[in-house]
C-alpha cells in the first residue's frame, strides 16, 4: 500500500509560476492586433464609407443600385458580354494591315461592347442599345444615378451588376461605370433575349424605386432598442400580474 502524503505536502506540491512577458522573457500568446494596426487611408475611407450607406435611409432612386442581379444571372451576362470585348491594340493593327493588303476587301470592325457615359447615353436616347449594364459600385453616384430612369421611359433593359472592376475588364480598362450592348450576331440573339427575359423577371425597376432603403442599425443601437424592449415587456408583465 502507497503512504498517505500529508496535507501539508499536498499544499506545495504544485507551486504557481506565473509568467512574465517582458524582454527575454515568456513569449505572449498569439492574440488578434486587427484593432491596434493603422491601415492606409483608402481602406479606412471605405470602410467608413460602407458603414455609412448601411446606416443611413436612402430614397428609392439609390435603392435601386443596392440591389444588383443575383451571381447566377450575373455569370450569364458576363459570359455573353465577354464574347463582345473590344479589340485590343495588337488585334486592331493585325486588322488594319489586313485591310491594306486586301484592298478591294473592306475589313469592318467587329461588333463589341460600347462603355462611356457619353456613348452609353447617345446609345440609350436612340434606341439603338439593347442591353444597358451599369455598375453598382459607381462614385460619385450622381454620375449613373439617372440612368436606370432614362432606360425605362425609352423602353430599353438595364441591369445594376457587381462592380464597376468586371464591367471594366470586359472593355479592357480599370473600371467602367456602364457598359452597352449595341448588336450582336445571329447566333447569339436568343442568348441575348434570354438575359433581357431574365432581367426583366428578377428585378424590377419600377417597385425598387418606390421602396426606401431601411438603414441596419448598429451594434450599440440594437442593444438599446432591446433593453428598451425588455424593460417594457417587464413593466407590462407586472401589470398583469398585480391585476390578476
Same mark, same amino acid.
Given at each position: *500500500?502507497?503512504?498517505?502524503?500529508?496535507?501539508?505536502?499536498?499544499?506545495?506540491?504544485?507551486?504557481?509560476?506565473?509568467?512574465?512577458?517582458?524582454?527575454? !522573457?515568456?513569449?505572449?500568446?498569439? #492574440?488578434?492586433?486587427?484593432?491596434?494596426?493603422? +491601415?492606409? #487611408?483608402?481602406? #479606412?475611407?471605405?470602410? !467608413? =464609407?460602407?458603414?455609412? $450607406?448601411?446606416?443611413?435611409?436612402?430614397?428609392?432612386?439609390? &435603392?435601386?443600385?443596392?440591389?444588383?442581379?443575383?451571381? $447566377?444571372?450575373?455569370? $450569364?451576362?458576363?459570359?455573353?458580354?465577354?464574347?463582345? %470585348?473590344?479589340?485590343? @491594340?495588337? !488585334?486592331?493593327?493585325? #486588322?488594319?494591315?489586313?485591310?491594306?493588303?486586301?484592298?478591294?476587301?473592306?475589313?469592318?470592325?467587329?461588333?463589341?461592347?460600347?462603355?462611356?457615359?457619353?456613348?452609353?447615353? $447617345?446609345?440609350?436616347?436612340?434606341?439603338?442599345?439593347?442591353?444597358?449594364?451599369?455598375?453598382?459600385? @459607381? @462614385?460619385?453616384?450622381?454620375?449613373?444615378? +439617372? *440612368?436606370?430612369?432614362?432606360?425605362? =421611359?425609352?423602353?430599353?433593359?438595364?441591369?445594376?451588376?457587381? %462592380?464597376? %472592376?468586371?464591367?471594366?475588364?470586359?472593355?479592357?480598362?480599370?473600371?467602367?461605370?456602364?457598359?452597352?450592348?449595341?448588336?450582336?450576331?445571329?447566333?447569339?440573339?436568343?442568348?441575348?433575349?434570354?438575359?433581357?427575359?431574365?432581367?426583366?423577371?428578377?428585378?424590377?425597376?419600377?417597385?425598387?424605386?418606390?421602396?426606401?432603403?431601411?438603414?441596419?442599425?448598429?451594434?450599440?443601437?440594437?442593444?438599446?432598442?432591446?433593453?428598451?424592449?425588455?424593460?417594457?415587456?417587464?413593466?407590462?408583465?407586472?401589470?398583469?400580474?398585480? &391585476?390578476?
Amino acid at each position: *500500500m502507497c503512504a498517505k502524503v500529508p496535507k501539508e505536502i499536498q499544499k506545495v506540491r504544485f507551486t504557481a509560476k506565473p509568467r512574465h512577458f517582458g524582454i527575454g !522573457q515568456a513569449v505572449p500568446v498569439k #492574440r488578434d492586433l486587427t484593432r491596434y494596426v493603422k +491601415w492606409p #487611408r483608402y481602406i #479606412r475611407i471605405q470602410r !467608413q =464609407r460602407k458603414i455609412l $450607406n448601411s446606416r443611413l435611409k436612402v430614397p428609392g432612386q439609390i &435603392n435601386v443600385f443596392r440591389h444588383p442581379v443575383d451571381k $447566377n444571372l450575373r455569370t $450569364n451576362i458576363v459570359k455573353l458580354a465577354r464574347k463582345y %470585348s473590344p479589340e485590343t @491594340v495588337a !488585334q486592331k493593327k493585325a #486588322r488594319l494591315a489586313q485591310a491594306s493588303k486586301e484592298s478591294e476587301v473592306t475589313t469592318l470592325a467587329p461588333q463589341y461592347l460600347r462603355f462611356g457615359i457619353h456613348n452609353v447615353t $447617345n446609345l440609350i436616347e436612340k434606341k439603338e442599345a439593347k442591353l444597358v449594364l451599369v455598375a453598382h459600385d @459607381v @462614385v460619385p453616384l450622381e454620375l449613373v444615378l +439617372w *440612368m436606370p430612369a432614362l432606360c425605362q =421611359r425609352v423602353g430599353v433593359t438595364c441591369a445594376i451588376i457587381k %462592380s464597376k %472592376s468586371l464591367l471594366g475588364e470586359l472593355v479592357h480598362q480599370k473600371t467602367a461605370s456602364c457598359v452597352a450592348f449595341s448588336s450582336v450576331k445571329p447566333e447569339h440573339e436568343a442568348e441575348l433575349q434570354t438575359v433581357i427575359d431574365a432581367i426583366k423577371a428578377k428585378s424590377s425597376y419600377t417597385t425598387l424605386r418606390r421602396q426606401v432603403g431601411k438603414p441596419v442599425l448598429g451594434g450599440k443601437a440594437m442593444h438599446k432598442i432591446a433593453k428598451v424592449q425588455a424593460a417594457i415587456r417587464k413593466e407590462a408583465d407586472s401589470k398583469a400580474k398585480l &391585476n390578476l
